[in-house]
C-alpha cells in the first residue's frame, strides 16, 4: 500500500523559530509538493519539486524554503515562523495523474 | 491558468439521501478533473479522476461524477450517502499543459450526513 508519512501530526513552534517539517514516501514518486490547508482557502501550494534537488516555487513561496535531497524526502523549512503561518500542512507525492497525501501536521506558532 | 469554484462550502443532507456536490472549473485549455476526500484529521484521498472517454466517472465510495465540457462542471453525486461520508470534498483540475502533475484545488465543500 502507497505512504505519505510526515514527521509530526502537531507542532508549537515560538515566533523566530526555525521549523522542518519532513515528508517521506515510499512509492518512488518523482514529484513531491508541500501545501498549506487554511479554512475557506482549501489547498494553496507552496512549493514542489520534481526531481532530487530541483524545486519550483508555487503559488505562496513567501517564508518557505525546501530541501530534497533523497527521493523520498521532501523537506519544508520555515526560516523564521511567523504567527501567520498558523496552519496545517500537507505533503504529497504523485508519478502521474493523482496526489497521494500524507496525514498533515497542524503547526500553531505563539 | 486555471480556477475551481466550489459553490456549496457547506452541505447538510439526511442519511440515505441523495448528495450533488457541484464543482465548476474555468480553463482556456483541455483538462484533467478530480475529486477529493477529506476525512477528519486526516489527509486527502482520490476519489475519482476524469482523464478522457466517457463523461460518467465512477470512484471508490459509490461516488460517480460528470464531466460537462459546455458547462464547464464536474459535479459529484451520490445516490444515498452515510454517515461515514462526513468529510470535506475538494475537486482539483489540471491543464493536459502542466508538467509534473501540478493541479489546481478548490476552497472546499463540507458535506455533514445527518442521522
Known amino acids: 500500500d502507497v505512504k505519505v508519512t510526515q514527521s509530526s501530526r502537531y507542532l508549537v513552534k515560538r515566533t523566530g523559530e526555525k521549523v522542518f517539517l519532513e515528508c517521506v514516501q515510499d512509492?518512488?514518486?518523482?514529484?513531491m509538493f508541500w501545501y498549506r490547508q487554511d479554512p475557506g482557502l482549501g489547498l494553496r501550494l507552496i512549493y514542489f519539486s520534481y526531481d532530487v534537488k530541483m524545486k519550483e516555487k508555487g503559488d505562496i513561496p513567501e517564508g518557505y524554503s525546501v530541501s530534497r535531497e533523497k527521493k523520498e524526502r521532501f523537506s519544508l523549512i520555515l526560516e523564521s515562523a511567523s504567527t501567520n503561518q498558523t496552519s496545517m500542512y500537507l505533503c504529497?507525492?504523485?508519478?502521474?495523474?493523482?496526489?497521494?497525501f500524507g496525514p498533515g501536521t497542524r503547526l500553531t506558532v505563539l | 491558468a486555471q480556477s475551481v469554484t466550489q459553490l456549496d462550502s457547506q452541505v447538510p443532507v439526511f442519511e440515505e439521501a441523495p448528495v450533488e456536490l457541484r464543482c465548476n472549473y474555468s480553463?482556456?485549455?483541455?483538462?484533467?478533473l478530480f475529486w477529493y476526500v477529506q476525512y477528519p484529521n486526516q489527509g486527502l484521498q482520490l476519489l475519482l479522476k476524469y482523464l478522457s472517454g466517457s463523461t460518467l466517472v465512477k470512484g471508490i465510495n459509490g461516488f460517480e461524477a460528470e464531466f460537462n465540457k459546455s458547462q464547464t462542471s464536474f459535479h459529484l453525486r451520490k445516490p444515498s450517502v452515510h454517515i461515514s461520508d462526513t468529510a470535506e470534498y475538494f475537486c482539483?483540475?489540471?491543464?493536459?499543459?502542466?508538467?509534473?502533475?501540478?493541479?489546481?484545488f478548490g476552497p472546499g465543500t463540507s458535506l455533514s450526513v445527518i442521522p
Open positions: 512509492m518512488d514518486h518523482e514529484n
Open positions: 504529497a507525492s504523485s508519478f502521474d495523474l493523482g496526489q497521494f
Open positions: 482539483a483540475v489540471r491543464s493536459l499543459k502542466t508538467s509534473y502533475d501540478k493541479v489546481i
Open positions: 480553463s482556456s485549455v483541455s483538462v484533467y
